[in-house]
C-alpha cells in the first residue's frame, strides 16, 4: 500500500523542537501531570493509585468508567458505543481501516487534516476533495457535495472535520443536517473529527455532534486539543453499535490496548472537564483577541476570522514569497514557527496556519516576530 506524504506532520516533525515560539502548535497550552492531578484535590491519593496499578493491558476496549465518562460528551451515546483508541489519530485511521473498500467513494472537506483523505485514498477508494474557500467563510456549498455524488461510484463516507483544522471554520446544526440528507440517500456514513468541538470562540456557543444527529454518524474525539492532554495519546471513537463492533475487530490487529495510566489520567481530566474547559475558553478567546489586534495593525495579512478550535489561516499572499520559503525564513530568522499552507495543498500557497493557544506570553513574543519579519520583506521589495 502506497501512502501520501503527509505534509502538515512532516512540517512539524522536521522542525517543531527548533522553534522558539511555537505558535503552530494545534493544542490549548498543555497541563503537566501535577497540574491535571490537582484537579481531584488529592495530589498525594491519586498518585498512591497510580503506584498501586498493575501494568497489564487493562479492559481492552477502554474501562468502561472511561467510557462512561466520554459517552457524557455525547446527547445519545452510551459506553458500549464508545471504543477508546491512540489518539484521535488512531480513531479516524481505525474507522476509514475498517468500513472503507477499494471500490467505494469517499468525499472529504478541504483544507483538513490529510489523514481524512489520504487514508481512504491509499485504501484504494475513489477520493471527491469538498473545497472550503475563504469567500464563503470556509464552509463548503452542499450544492457541491450533491454534484460530487453524482460521479461517486459507491459513496461509502463524507469525512467531516468540525470545527475544522486548519481554518476555525465552524457547520452549525442546520447545515450538518443538509449533509446528513445527502448521506441518507446513499445509505453513507458521515465521519467527523471532532476533535476541536468544546472550543467555541463565541460564548454559549455548542457545536452539535454528529453522532448525536445521524444514525450513520461516527464521531472521533481526543484528550488532545480541548483537554490539553495530547501526551496521554488516547482518543475514541463513538458511533453507531454495528460500527464499533466492526473497529473492535480490525483493532486487534493495530492495538491491543490503550494504556491503563493513560485510562486513569483520562478519567480524572473527564471528571474536571468543567474546570479544564473554564480554563482552556479563557486562554482561547483571550489570545483570539491578542490576535485579532494584531491582524487589524497588519495591513497586508488578511484571513477569515476563526469560530472555533484554536486554528486559524493567514493569508500572506501579498508579500509574493512561497509558504515554504516564508515559514522556514520566519523560523531560521526569528524563531516563530508556522505550518506553510502549501502543506495542506498547492492551493493555499500563500497562506499559512497559526495555532493560537499557547501561553500567551508566547503568543504576542511570536506575532512580534511576525512583524518584524514582514517589515524585512518589505525593506528587500
Known amino acids: 500500500m502506497r501512502i501520501e506524504q503527509f505534509g502538515v506532520e512532516e512540517w512539524m516533525n522536521a522542525y517543531e523542537m527548533t522553534a522558539k515560539y511555537n505558535i503552530a502548535e494545534t493544542c490549548v497550552e498543555s497541563l503537566t501531570v501535577e497540574e491535571l492531578l490537582s484537579l481531584s484535590g488529592n495530589i498525594e491519593g491519586a498518585l498512591n493509585e497510580i503506584r498501586g496499578i498493575k501494568l497489564t493491558y487493562g479492559e481492552i476496549p477502554g474501562s468502561a468508567e472511561l467510557r462512561r465518562y466520554i459517552a457524557s460528551l455525547y446527547r445519545c451515546m452510551n459506553e458500549e458505543q464508545i471504543l477508546v483508541t491512540q489518539g484521535g489519530i488512531g480513531a479516524n485511521f481505525l474507522t476509514q481501516f475498517s468500513l472503507i473498500q477499494p471500490n467505494d467513494s469517499v468525499i472529504s472537506v478541504y ?60 457547520m452549525d446544526e442546520q447545515f450538518i443536517k443538509e449533509v446528513i440528507e445527502v448521506a441518507e440517500n446513499f445509505g453513507a456514513y458521515v465521519l467527523c473529527d471532532e476533535v476541536y468541538r468544546g472550543l467555541e470562540h463565541k460564548t454559549g456557543s455548542i457545536t452539535p455532534s454528529i453522532a448525536d444527529l445521524y444514525e450513520r454518524g461516527i464521531s472521533t474525539g481526543s484528550m488532545s486539543k480541548v483537554f490539553s492532554l495530547a501526551g496521554l495519546r488516547l482518543g475514541w471513537i463513538a458511533g453507531p453499535p454495528e460500527v ?8 486487534d490487529y493495530v492495538t491491543i490496548s490503550c494504556g491503563r495510566i493513560d485510562d486513569y489520567l483520562a478519567i480524572v481530566a473527564l471528571k474536571n472537564r468543567d474546570r479544564i474547559l473554564e480554563r482552556n475558553l479563557k486562554i482561547v478567546r483571550r489570545n483570539l483577541a491578542i490576535l485579532t489586534s494584531w491582524i487589524e495593525k497588519e495591513d497586508h495579512v488578511s484571513w477569515v476570522p476563526p469560530k472555533a478550535g484554536t486554528t486559524a489561516f493567514l493569508n500572506f499572499r501579498e508579500y509574493a514569497i512561497p509558504s515554504r520559503e516564508f515559514c522556514r525564513r520566519l523560523l531560521d530568522e526569528t524563531g516563530a514557527f508556522l505550518v506553510p499552507g502549501s502543506a495542506f495543498g498547492p492551493e493555499f500557497e500563500g497562506w499559512a496556519r497559526i495555532g493560537f493557544a499557547c501561553a500567551s506570553e508566547v503568543l504576542r513574543e511570536g506575532l512580534d516576530c511576525i512583524s518584524a519579519f514582514l517589515r524585512r520583506l518589505e525593506g528587500e521589495c
Request: hydrophobic letters at 40%.
Open 111 to 170: 483544507p483538513t487534516y490529510q489523514q481524512l483523505y489520504s487514508v481512504p485514498k491509499a485504501f484504494g477508494a475513489q477520493v471527491f476533495l469538498w473545497p472550503l474557500r475563504p469567500e464563503n467563510g470556509f464552509l463548503p456549498d452542499v450544492e457541491e457535495l450533491k454534484a460530487m455524488t453524482k460521479s461517486a461510484r459507491n459513496l461509502k463516507m463524507i469525512c467531516l472535520n468540525n470545527p475544522n483544522n486548519p481554518t476555525g471554520a465552524l
Open 244 to 251: 464499533v463492533r466492526e473497529c473492535f475487530l480490525h483493532r
